[in-house]
């Protein structure tokens, strides 16, 4: 007799729960698609409004890009000379240079990236714009009329975006010139070996698939932790996620579509 309604209680509280989920992605997905509309439309950079994306692009990207290319310089230097002694070892010294870009470019490189700007701002940011939303900021906005996401959130998910793409294609053309030193040393005579190899490794269907997987994964850290922000809970009993803080939900759905995406990329270049 007591079995029953604690068994349906259980199952009420899981179906809630996946509903509450699924809801949660779809407007992940529907804001992740609105920035992008709002990002492409020249109406949404007002005069007033290109001083503060300048500041949130310059916080984002500006003071860490030279320590970042730097440490992802040594980090590439001391890889390539790794996987080269390896390779000449095993008398496979040839394909070195391809592993060194397939793996390292078009696998590391993007990622890292990601992960950097998301711990260095995008997480921070979705805290922010979390708090500035539970102070009554985005009530007020809206009170004069101004659209407080494309006010406050807006200019933080762009800033995140560019500041995944600087990264990525800065510390890529380092470990780019790093490999070559490594492999060829301080001569223009490797120069055609080195462009044939690094020329078929990136194909148009690689390029593409490269190209396609560094925005997703500079979309998904950028608008993931503002999506945590700004998710408004239905009415209801609240489940776990919602005495979460915003930036749990975000850092865990974060890493979620960052692994989707990997794993999807792979395939594509792989199989």
């Known amino acids: 007799?007591?079995?029953?309604?604690?068994?349906?209680?259980?199952?009420?509280?899981?179906g809630r729960a996946s509903l509450r989920w699924s809801?949660?992605?779809?407007?992940?997905?529907?804001?992740?698609?609105?920035?992008?509309?709002?990002?492409?439309?020249?109406?949404?950079y007002p005069r007033a409004l290109r001083p503060v994306m300048a500041r949130h692009i310059y916080q984002s990207?500006?003071?860490s890009l030279l320590w970042y290319v730097l440490m992802f310089g040594f980090f590439s230097l001391v890889l390539v000379r790794i996987v080269l002694v390896s390779a000449?070892?095993?008398?496979?010294?040839?394909?070195?240079l391809e592993m060194v870009v397939r793996v390292l470019v078009l696998e590391l490189?993007?990622?890292?990236?990601?992960?950097?700007?998301?711990?260095?701002?995008?997480?921070?940011?979705?805290?922010?714009v979390a708090t500035l939303r539970a102070s009554g900021r985005f009530a007020a906005l809206s009170a004069q009329g101004i659209d407080p996401m494309r006010q406050e959130v807006l200019p933080r998910v762009v800033a995140g975006v560019f500041a995944v793409w600087l990264l990525t294609a800065f510390s890529a053309v380092v470990t780019l010139v790093v490999s070559y030193l490594v492999v060829y040393g301080f001569t223009p005579?490797?120069?055609?070996?080195?462009?044939?190899?690094?020329?078929?490794?990136?194909?148009?269907?690689?390029?593409?698939?490269?190209?396609?997987?560094?925005?997703?994964?500079?979309?998904a850290v950028a608008v993931v932790p503002m999506a945590a922000a700004t998710w408004t809970a239905p009415p209801g009993?609240?489940?776990l996620g919602a005495a979460?803080?915003?930036?749990?939900?975000?850092?865990?759905?974060?890493?979620?579509?960052?692994l989707l995406f990997e794993a999807l990329s792979l395939l594509g270049n792989y199989y």
């Open 1 to 14: 007799m007591t079995t029953e309604p604690l068994l349906l209680q259980t199952l009420r509280d899981m």
């Open 23 to 44: 809801a949660q992605w779809v407007y992940i997905a529907r804001l992740a698609a609105q920035i992008m509309a709002w990002a492409l439309s020249p109406g949404s």
């Open 61 to 63: 990207a500006g003071p």
């Open 88 to 96: 000449q070892s095993y008398g496979l010294s040839r394909y070195a």
């Open 109 to 128: 490189l993007p990622l890292a990236a990601a992960l950097f700007v998301a711990m260095r701002c995008a997480i921070p940011y979705g805290s922010e």
């Open 189 to 219: 005579f490797g120069w055609a070996a080195y462009t044939r190899t690094v020329g078929q490794v990136f194909g148009p269907a690689v390029t593409l698939v490269f190209v396609v997987k560094t925005l997703l994964f500079s979309l």
């Open 237 to 239: 009993r609240p489940g």
């Open 244 to 258: 979460a803080s915003a930036e749990l939900q975000g850092l865990v759905r974060m890493f979620m579509m960052l």
